[in-house]
């Protein structure tokens, strides 16, 4: 429909000059003419709701708010067992996220005796955060390992060790 709208301003307006709108005043003329009269069709009819009336439009349903469903709450954490006195609490950063405890284990094994080995993990899906904590009873078997240690490459990665700072000790 706009279509032949437009088609009937333009001949209308080549009719009206004296040239047969051959010359480009009066094609310029004819364009903003039919230009006029196609956003006055189309604003009408969008006025009218002419888009909306149209069968493969679909119905516009007002959108309920998505509830977030929530987890299953959350258990508390359980406080960490203190270290024994004299034992030496050690931080092992930047591990692989395929290392598993018993190869932390095994690794720290080699300089001493080894309490406990826990690589951190996340508590929704249980993967690596890419650091734990090795305790050893002997101060100088700790330090030895620390310096063998640090920057030794496992599993790709150069591990980064030092002793752990903020630690609960156990009272002697």
Do not use: W
């Amino acid at each position: 429909m706009m279509t032949s709208t437009m088609m009937l301003f333009a001949q209308a307006a080549q009719s009206a000059g004296s040239c047969g709108g051959k010359c480009p005043a009066h094609a310029i003329v004819a364009l903003v003419a039919a230009l006029a009269a196609g956003l006055l069709i189309g604003f009408l009819l969008g006025r009218r709701g002419g888009a909306k009336t149209c069968k493969c439009a679909k119905k516009a349903q007002p959108q309920q708010p998505r509830k977030r469903e929530r987890a299953e709450p959350r258990q508390p954490a359980e406080p960490r067992a203190p270290i024994p006195a004299g034992s030496v609490e050690i931080y092992v950063g930047n591990l692989s996220y395929d290392l598993t405890e018993e190869q932390l284990r095994k690794e720290f094994e080699a300089f001493g005796t080894v309490d406990t080995a826990r690589v951190v993990t996340n508590k929704y899906n249980d993967k690596s955060k890419g650091f734990g904590f090795v305790v050893m009873p002997n101060r100088p078997e700790a330090e030895a390992a620390i310096a063998a240690m640090s920057e030794k490459e496992v599993m790709g990665r150069k591990m980064r060790v030092n002793e752990a700072r903020n630690t609960v000790k156990e009272e002697a």
